[in-house]
């Protein structure tokens, strides 16, 4: 059983930063790739960003490219996403996901941690 727990989310000015951390308990988390969705109010999830295994790989979505910028800690069972820059249209319930494919990394999924950016 793997568990995904996201932790930083909150309410930040236009412009600002925050960086969100998700922990994960269960099997070698080394072994996963990474990944961060988001779900605006009333929209579909959007896959934000992924990162490899190994953390040497990462890509983006271009509406986040520039600003955001994944990372992973395999020592510690976490992956970050630091998130700079931000916008209104940034505002949304964030997701950290695992899996085997780091092309389609929705295995397992945490609950969510909510970002909210106001203008």
């Known amino acids: 059983q793997v568990q995904l727990v996201e932790s930083g989310g909150g309410l930040v000015q236009t412009g600002g930063s925050l960086r969100l951390s998700c922990t994960v308990s269960g099997r070698a988390f080394s072994s996963y790739a990474m990944g961060w969705f988001r779900q605006a109010l009333g929209k579909g999830r959007e896959f934000v960003g992924a990162i490899s295994t190994s953390g040497g790989s990462t890509r983006l979505a271009v509406s986040v490219k520039g600003r955001f910028a994944i990372s992973r800690d395999n020592a510690k069972n976490t992956v970050s996403l630091q998130m700079n820059s931000l916008v209104p249209e940034d505002t949304a319930v964030y997701y950290c996901?695992?899996?085997?494919?780091?092309?389609?990394?929705?295995?397992?999924w945490g609950q969510g941690t909510q970002v909210t950016v106001s203008s």
């Open positions: 996901a695992a899996g085997r494919n780091y092309w389609s990394v929705n295995d397992y």
